[in-house]
């Protein structure tokens, strides 16, 4: 068999054929008389020896690619996508969402379920959205889309505002992301208006969500959801970051604000079981967020900006 797999005349005419004539394997299995193992085995070896070269033109004009494939490899991260940082916050929300709407464009494939938190970032990326070939695809919020103040940051209005691009279907929270006690949540969570949704979170494909940190300048504050003196509360505890509203410190550990989770949506914990978990967000005063979320394995794919994604880098 060694003779075989090391035969030149052998690697160039099984490469011919596969490279060059597109038959698959198997049938130049049946047209050589070889095993699939040993198929496979004289390609690889082709390319071990330079017989067969594969080059990707271009490659340079992906301008962070080394960097994204480092923290894929560090992180244990599916995909990295890092973008440039802008001169504002308002054009980093802008090339941040731009490169997410990009990406929805090949993860989101027919008959999909997607889900989606709020925030800003989110809000730039929907406006953003292009190219929405995929069918058949669910909507839905990840935590209750209804509130009073910008009503455009609501999961519910980004999951709607998604469905109407793709012509999919929206599947609604009626109720708020927050209430008032653990008691009314475990209550509000029992109504069959809000189970269809819950239900379906367990069979997510896609999950979108910001990652934010408490601040005065955050959403979870501008949507009205948090008080200044719970931010600040919040942030003497050292909360490191929230995805979902829900707040974890910097090695992702959420046991210490249970408390504060009064949160009408998804446990981020089952985000860990959703093929792509994708977490948008940059910025250095989001450097921790974005840690914690990494360690807590509530993300799995991560859209972030060139100052984050240097720092992630050169971590120990």
């Known amino acids: 068999m060694r003779k075989v797999v090391d035969d030149p005349r052998l690697m160039i005419k099984v490469c011919d054929l596969f490279y060059n004539q597109e038959a698959s394997q198997q049938q130049i299995c049946q047209m050589l008389g070889l ?106 919020p990840l935590i209750g889309g209804m509130g009073r103040l910008r009503t455009e940051l609501h999961s519910n209005s980004l999951a709607e505002g998604m469905s109407r691009f793709y012509g999919g279907t929206f599947l609604p929270l009626h109720a708020p992301a927050r209430v008032s006690s653990t008691l009314v949540r475990d209550e509000l969570m029992k109504e069959e208006s809000l ?77 860990r079981k959703v093929p792509c978990s994708v977490g948008i967000a940059g910025g250095l005063e989001k450097l921790s967020a974005i840690r914690g979320a990494i360690r807590g394995r509530y993300i799995n794919m991560l859209i972030t900006d060139i100052q984050c994604a240097t720092a992630l880098a050169s971590e120990e």
């Not at 071990?48 to 490659?59: A, D, F, K, M, R």
């Not at 997410?100 to 993860?107: C, D, E, P």
């Not at 069979?203 to 910001?210: C, E, F, I, R, T």
């Not at 948090?226 to 050292?238: D, G, P, T, V, Y």
């Open 195 to 271: 189970s269809s949704a819950m239900e379906l979170m367990k069979k997510l494909d896609v999950a979108l969500v910001g990652i934010g940190y408490p601040n005065e300048h955050s959403a979870i504050k501008a949507t009205g959801y948090f008080k200044e003196n719970e931010i600040e509360s919040l942030m003497e505890r050292k909360a490191a970051g929230e995805l979902c509203m829900q707040f974890y410190d910097v090695t992702g550990d959420t046991a210490p604000y249970r408390s504060d989770n009064t949160v009408i949506g998804i446990d981020i914990h089952k985000l």
């Open 35 to 140: 095993s699939r193992p040993t198929v496979a085995r004289l390609l690889t070896s082709a390319r071990e020896q330079g017989i067969v070269q594969i080059t990707i033109p271009n490659l340079d004009t992906i301008t962070y690619w080394e960097l994204e494939q480092n923290l894929e490899q560090k992180y244990g991260l599916r995909e990295v996508l890092v973008v440039d940082s802008g001169d504002t916050e308002e054009e980093l929300k802008t090339a941040l969402g731009s490169a997410a709407a990009r990406y929805l464009q090949y993860i989101i494939k027919d008959g999909y379920t997607v889900g989606i938190s709020m925030g800003a970032t989110l809000h730039h990326m929907v406006t953003q959205l292009r190219d929405g070939a995929a069918k058949d695809v669910t909507f839905l």
